[in-house]
Nanobody
Framework: QGTLVESGGGLVQAGDSLRLSCAAS????????MGWFRQAPGKEREFVAY???????YYADSVKGRFTISRENVKSTVYLQMDSLKPEDTAVYYC??????????????????WGQGTQVTVSS
């Protein structure tokens, strides 16, 4: 539906960095919990990271120590800083927002709002 809009993807070499951004489109809303997911070719969509307000964070094991999720407040842009990128990070990255309470933030079903996705490609 395009309620959230991602940007910042692109083609990079292994070891490079990218910063993805996610912002609300058309209206200002409070999204207390935000997450990033990704889907590689031939694979199911998987959890990458989440952040709550006031700022609890959690990361998938595959990106710990390399990716950082951040934001200023409940109405601000959410970022995913990706360092030391690997070819296996290649995927379409999706931003997700949660308004209602409850649910498991590691699951796609916990989020009400989604972006259209942005492509990240990492070459060897």
């Amino acid at each position: 539906q395009g309620t959230l809009v991602e940007s910042g993807g692109g083609l990079v070499q292994a070891g490079d960095s990218l910063r993805l951004s996610c912002a609300a489109s058309g209206r200002t809303i409070n999204t207390y919990d935000m997450g990033w997911f990704r889907q590689a070719p031939g694979k199911e969509r998987e959890f990458v990271a989440y952040i709550t307000w006031p700022g609890d964070t959690y990361y998938a094991d595959s990106v710990k120590g390399r990716f950082t999720i951040s934001r200023e407040n409940v109405k601000s842009t959410v970022y995913l800083q990706m360092d030391s990128l690997k070819p296996e990070d290649t995927a379409v990255y999706y931003c997700a927002g949660r308004i209602l309470s409850g649910g498991d933030l590691l699951s796609q079903s916990a989020y009400e709002l989604w972006g259209q996705g942005t492509q990240v490609t990492v070459s060897s």
